[in-house]
């Protein structure tokens, strides 16, 4: 962990950078597979430091590459990252951790997935609205399109009626005592979002419009078709 030049205030941004990439057969973490000829951290670095709403943020790093974290984040200029951490087994695990850097007088905390490298201050922005109108958390969505079939043993035991269902992306806002609340909980990995996490103790969450280019990167086609929209 480092500690930088960043300022502290009212709203900290949170990027969960310490998944394997296994699918996309690296011999490297995904925050580091070649984007445009730079790793893929890079875009969610630039693009929430150029976000006027975010006052500092914190990247949970793989295990052993926190060091090549803080150069990238150095190459770049982004004196809003004020530390780098260990991320954990889990996106959970790692949140915590970057988590317990945020000091207690933040008002907000906004949590992002590295592997969706194109966010932009547009979607941040919606995000952060709906916590000015008494919700506790907001996440961006897109309607799901596709007909879901719920399998069993590779047998469909019914068709999932899609009305109504979104596909959740990040970054995700939260009120930050309610998200230091959820954390608080025994179960964190069972949760796939932070949003779940708010939800399972009784938090209002809205959606809030997506963006088809915050695609999540997990296997080598995702990564040339992000690559194609740069």
Known sequence: MRSGSGAAGATWALIAAAGSGERLGIDRPKAFAALGGRPLLAESLERLEACEVVDAIVVAAPPGWEEPAILLAEE?????????????DSRAASVAVALAE?????????????????????????????????????????????TLKRVHEGVVVETVERAGLVAAQTPQAFLAPVLRAAFAADDLDKATDCAALVEARGGRVAIVEGDPRLLKVTTPADLALVESWL
């Open 76 to 88: 770049l200029a982004a004196s809003k990252v004020v530390a780098c951490v260990t991320g954990g």
């Open 102 to 146: 945020v000091p207690e007088d933040a008002l907000v905390i906004v949590v992002h997935d590295a592997a969706r490298p194109l966010v932009d201050a547009a979607v941040v922005e919606r995000v952060l609205e709906p916590l000015g109108r008494g919700f506790d958390g907001a996440v961006p969505g897109l309607p799901v399109a596709d």
